[in-house]
Nanobody, 112 residues
Framework: QVQLVEAGGGLVQPGGSLRLSCAAS????????MSWFRQAPGKGLEWVSS????????YYADSVKGRFTISRDNNKNALYLQMNSLTAEDTAVYYC?????RGQGTQVTVSS
């Protein structure tokens, strides 16, 4: 079955960086459009970024454009999210998604 396992979250100071990763299994990863979503405390799920199966097309929410970079390694069945210039507003649980399926999430906390 589809499995998505996120990692790489943690506590970081404002202006800092983190790189999230997602290990995918149970489907043909290279054929699959993948996304990152996030959910801040007390808020709904927010789309962050998406990438095409071959990695040539990427899309970003306005709130992260220019700061976050989505990428993938189809040889490793892995999805990544490089997050730079983090602010408190980026504090959330981040989820790797395939359609409506998501992993358990990884917590990102931006605080001094």
């Amino acid at each position: 079955q589809v499995q998505l396992v996120e990692a790489g979250g943690g506590l970081v100071q404002p202006g800092g960086s983190l790189r999230l990763s997602c290990a995918a299994s149970g489907f043909t990863f290279s054929d699959t459009y993948m996304s990152w979503f996030r959910q801040a405390p007390g808020k709904g799920l927010e789309w962050v970024s998406s990438i095409s199966g071959d990695g040539t097309k990427t899309y970003y929410a306005d709130s992260v454009k220019g700061r976050f970079t989505i990428s993938r390694d189809n040889n490793k069945n892995a999805l990544y999210l490089q997050m730079n210039s983090l602010t408190a507003e980026d504090t959330a649980v981040y989820y790797c998604t395939k359609g409506s399926t998501r992993g358990q999430g990884t917590q990102v906390t931006v605080s001094s």
